[in-house]
């Protein structure tokens, strides 16, 4: 592509002048500070230097604002924070562990006490660390308090279930959930608090012992939140380390120590980490990876709904979502009209920094970035495609253009790809069967959008596409939420499902306790509930 395409920087970066002192507040954070074994260590090692996807102008041109550093911390360190975690879990015999779910919620609810003080830091850190706009920073801190609440109501209904004994062919049994062993954590840069607290926190609550290592981007965060994790939680339970994850995490995977790998990140670097443990049928795997969600646009749609639901779908935080929609297929009698009023919508999007009001399209963190998508607009472009929007693919440090690519087909980049980012590839089609035959060859599963008025085109569709992906969604956007629902997908989009309920199953495992219906059975179970005697073998109804 021609040069051309650049935005003048003066029109979009502030002056540090600008920036109001309310956003400013605590930085540059200069974090030396990490947690192993239930102690605050600090590190006079090298620290990483965290850049802002925001530049700031001065009289030259625009760079990224520096915002803190934190510890990058070796192999010892790491090694450290494993043999905490497997001495509190000690086999099972660690006092976690072993902790009635009653007490472990009790932990989880001052926690998240301890959480909400710092939300503001929190929230600001956030913004900063990824560009996300700051009105939807606050919205991913409450969703994940919420979240803790859900989990923890959904925890003590599954308690509940397990609290009765069951008598079947003469044999007693009580079937409750038990852990799982030492949990590694690693969230994503794009919901670096959210996503990476959905294995946390069900992995905690569920008796097992944690080593979290925060994302590249969104590292930062963590800095308010370690006091609350080491005054809350007894020593080794919760460690949280930070540095190169290619450098520190393969040990951790190779010494066959870690039980669970909890990861959302890409099936690439999943499957280099199972690889390195040395007893895969020991390893459990909880991943969401990529995904490239298709939209499907039926004639007759209503293009209004269709227009504002596939803006939120393909652009919400620049696309830089696993959910996001990022193909559609449009019926080829409203291809033009769908595009003319997608175009003409995307115009009229907010673009700025992450503070400012209403703002929608925002600076992307991941260096590189723009360079990557370029290329993919190039590819597509020099195969056929054009840009359909005034002004898409245009780059100014940071900051992408979202750009809708049409026509699209199978011999371009973007077709198969997932770009995690604002450019939307669309295709227009007359069989239906070309976007279902899209989704069975691809490598991924997550999910699918239906656009459509006529119950009978879209009924005929759901039953083939609900064997191909995991969430179908009506006149809608594909999505998480609610956090209630299953969240997983097919193929390299996910391993075990996600969600309040799901992901405590998924971080612990089904045990029983069993006898035989004697005379002498019977008074020993009796006598080891009245006299609470066990934290397993109880009767114990949480309240």
């Avoid at 102690?39 to 620290?47: S, T």
Wanted: proline share 7%; aromatic share 8%; net charge neutral.
């Amino acid at each position: 592509m021609k040069q051309n395409n650049e935005i003048p920087w003066q029109d979009l970066f502030p002056m540090a002048s600008d920036i109001p002192e309310s956003i400013l507040k605590d930085l540059p954070c200069i974090q030396t500070q990490y947690l192993i074994n239930g102690e605050i260590r600090n590190w006079d090692g090298p620290r990483q230097e965290v850049l802002s996807p925001v530049w700031v102008a001065t009289d030259k041109d625009p760079s990224p604002f520096f915002i803190g550093e934190y510890p990058l911390l070796t192999q010892a360190e790491s090694q450290q924070a494993l043999d905490a975690a497997v001495a509190a879990y000690n086999h099972g015999r660690g006092f976690w562990p072993t902790l009635s779910v009653s007490q472990r919620i009790e932990h989880m609810e001052t926690f998240t006490f301890r959480m909400m003080e710092e939300k503001d830091r929190v929230v600001r850190f956030l913004m900063w660390e990824v560009g996300k706009p700051l009105q939807d920073s606050i919205k991913e801190f409450d969703r994940t308090i919420q979240y803790i609440k859900e989990t923890l109501a959904a925890l003590k209904d599954l308690d509940r279930t397990g609290s009765r004994f069951t008598i079947e062919e003469k044999i007693i049994g009580q079937i409750r959930r038990a852990p799982l062993g030492v949990v590694l954590c690693m969230g994503p840069f794009n919901y670096p608090l959210n996503e990476t607290f959905t294995t946390l926190i069900p992995a905690l609550v569920m008796g097992n012992t944690v080593i979290l290592k925060p994302p590249k981007h969104g590292a930062l965060l963590y800095a308010p939140l370690l006091n609350a994790f080491c005054d809350v939680f007894p020593k080794g339970v919760i460690n949280i380390i930070y540095g190169q994850g290619r450098e520190m995490i393969p040990p951790l995977m190779a010494s066959g120590q870690i039980n669970v790998l909890g990861l959302i990140g890409t099936s690439r670097t999943a499957n280099e980490l199972k690889k390195q443990h040395p007893y895969p049928n020991r390893l459990r795997c909880v991943l969401g990876l990529e995904a490239k969600n298709p939209a499907i646009i039926l004639n007759g749609a209503d293009l209004d709904l269709t227009v504002k639901e596939c803006i939120l779908g393909c652009l919400s935080f620049n696309g830089q979502r696993c959910t996001a929609l990022k193909i559609l297929f449009v019926e080829q009698p409203i291809a033009q009209e769908f595009l003319d009023r997608f175009a003409a919508a995307m115009n009229e999007l907010v673009v700025g920094m992450p503070w400012k009001e209403g703002v929608f399209v925002t600076p992307m963190p991941e260096k590189g970035k723009a360079d990557y998508l370029r290329a993919l607009v190039s590819d597509a472009v020099e195969k056929g495609a054009g840009i359909v929007n005034n002004g898409g693919a245009r780059v100014c440090g940071s900051f992408f253009s979202p750009a809708i690519l049409y026509p699209v087909t199978h011999k371009m980049r973007v077709f198969h790809e997932e770009q995690f980012g604002p450019v939307i590839p669309v295709l227009a089609f007359t069989d239906i069967k070309d976007p279902i035959e899209y989704m069975i060859h691809s490598n991924y599963g997550q999910q699918v959008s239906i656009f459509g008025n006529d119950p009978d085109q879209v009924a005929e569709m759901i039953d083939p596409l609900v064997n191909q992906v995991c969430r179908v969604n009506i006149n809608c956007q594909c999505q998480r939420g609610p956090d209630t629902f299953p969240f997983t997908g097919r193929k390299d989009s996910a391993e075990g499902t996600l969600s309040v309920s799901d992901a405590l199953r998924v971080f612990s495992i089904r045990t029983l306790v069993a006898a035989k219906e004697t005379d002498q059975n019977k008074k020993i179970i009796t006598d080891i509930v009245r006299q609470r005697k066990s934290k397993f073998l109880t009767t114990d109804f949480i309240l």
